[in-house]
């Protein structure tokens, strides 16, 4: 027994230090060989799927990323990162769905309410999920709850953008940038704000030229075929069908608006 958990201990030591190095490729070799032991502790079990699934995610392999994350959740259905990363699992997909993951976060949350990533992450997938008011009301209180945290912010950023509140995203990287001091920090808040700029100036331009276009009729000063049918004469001719019987044919005729003048009052001096 104690030479299965040497061997285990120090396939799991390997692990850790092959992803310390950055080799994603010969982790996911040994992980598998480690996840291929049946005496594998249930702990070592859930957070080897958990690895697995994490860096399947990094080299965008989502199927297979899921599966091992499906397969963490069963061994220790307590543990909210599980339930976190199975969501991005669907929601990087291409093919993903954003209903899933919104399900997946929302149960992060659950386990973790104070996590403000978890409910950055939930209240954006909500608004994909055209769950506008609980989507804003949950990226709120993250940017409440976590207003220097970048990673949050920027999740928090996108979501407003995407539910079409230009205005809350102003205010919560103005508050954003008064806290965050760091030049790293403070040039990527400054994209956030460009980017809320631009969503701004396209919504302006596309009112205005959707404007534009409502009034072009009236400035236009030519005629103009109204998208209804106006009866201005009706003319009717009688026709003799096959059977004897004679029906009545209605024409109409469309005549060009004249302008309207006032109608003066006659007075008697004038007669």
């Known amino acids: 027994m104690s030479r299965t958990l040497t061997l285990i201990g120090a396939g799991w030591a390997s692990v850790r230090s092959s992803v310390a190095h950055g080799r994603r490729t010969d982790t996911l070799i040994r992980l598998r ?49 599980t339930f976190y990363f199975w969501g991005l699992a669907h929601e990087r997909d291409p093919h993903g769905c954003d209903r899933l993951a919104a399900k997946q976060f929302r149960k992060a949350c659950g386990l973790e309410p104070g996590n403000s990533t978890y409910r950055a992450a939930f209240g954006r997938a909500a608004v994909r999920c055209d769950r506008l008011k609980r989507g804003v009301r949950e990226l709120l209180a993250a940017a409440t709850a976590a207003p220097g945290d970048i ?46 700029r631009f969503e701004s100036a396209r919504c302006a331009q596309r009112e205005t030229t959707r404007h534009r276009q409502d009034a072009e009729f009236a400035t236009d000063g030519g005629r103009v075929v109204l998208p209804f049918v106006r009866l201005a004469k009706e003319t009717r001719t009688r026709t003799k069908s096959e059977s004897g019987s004679s029906e009545s044919t209605r024409r109409d005729v469309v005549s060009i608006p004249r302008p309207h003048f006032p109608r003066l009052r006659v007075r008697r001096a004038d007669r």
């Open 151 to 196: 990673a949050v912010i920027r999740v928090v950023t996108e979501g407003l953008i995407e539910a079409g509140r230009l205005n809350a995203a102003r205010q919560v990287l103005n508050k954003a940038r008064f806290l965050c001091f760091e030049i790293a920090k403070d040039r990527e808040l400054a994209d956030l704000w460009e980017r809320v």
């Open 33 to 81: 060989s480690l996840l291929a032991r049946p005496d594998l502790p249930t702990s070592v079990a859930c957070e080897a799927h958990r690895l697995a699934g994490e860096l399947l995610i990094e080299a965008e392999q989502y199927p297979k990323a899921r599966r091992h994350l499906r397969l963490a959740a069963g061994l220790v259905p307590t543990h909210a990162q």
